[in-house]
């Protein structure tokens, strides 16, 4: 067994409240450091697992079975602007405008995440990474980062799909099931 370090942040608790750090420990969250960070509740582990997603995934079924409990993420989506990702890899801000408006460079870069209209446009740093490593070298992204993204985007999918109108569930039902399939 390897011991694994991840956060996960949470929501709908009190996390300062002594009788939830209390129901967390009673939970299994006896390898967390729970505290509140920027005044983001979040809980820092370091697990014992046979693998990386069976460390996550118990540290989230654990948290959870404390009532109200919910976890939002994994502490890793790192949203970038054109000047971060130029600071971060050494390159001028023009150069990396011009990737991003297919000028220069083989094209296919990433999405942003919001509006491509919006002045200010903010990538997921693991997108341009993997982008960047097919364009200047380096190496693929690692089985970890591809699991670490699968499961944040399953917690996110799982919280907007408590929001949505029932008769809209089975569409995407249908579409999740498809996309996982494969």
Not at 22 to 33: M, N, P, R, S
Not at 60 to 85: F, H, N, Q, T, W
Not at 92 to 105: A, M
Not at 138 to 162: K, V
Request: net charge negative.
């Amino acid at each position: 067994m390897a011991t694994y370090s991840f956060t996960l942040i949470v929501e709908g608790v009190d996390i300062d409240d002594p009788q939830v750090f209390d129901a967390l420990y009673e939970a299994g969250c006896d390898d967390a450091t729970i505290g509140i960070t920027n005044g983001i509740p979040v809980m820092d582990f370091d697990r014992e697992a046979a693998s990386l997603c069976e460390a996550i995934s118990s540290a989230i079924a654990d948290a959870e079975s404390v009532d109200g409990l919910r976890v939002v993420r994994i502490a890793d989506l790192d949203l970038v602007s054109m000047s971060e990702i130029a600071e971060r890899i050494g390159r001028s801000r023009e150069c990396v405008r011009l990737w991003v408006n297919g000028k220069r460079g083989p094209g296919g870069f990433p999405a942003p995440l919001n509006n491509p209209h919006d002045r200010y446009r903010f990538w997921r740093w693991s997108d341009v990474e993997g982008w960047l490593r097919g364009v200047l070298g380096g190496e693929p992204w690692s089985a970890e980062d591809h699991l670490r993204a699968a499961i944040n985007a399953a917690l996110e999918l799982r919280h907007h799909f408590r929001q949505l109108d029932p008769q809209d569930r089975p569409d995407l039902r249908a579409l999740t099931g498809s996309a996982l399939a494969g």
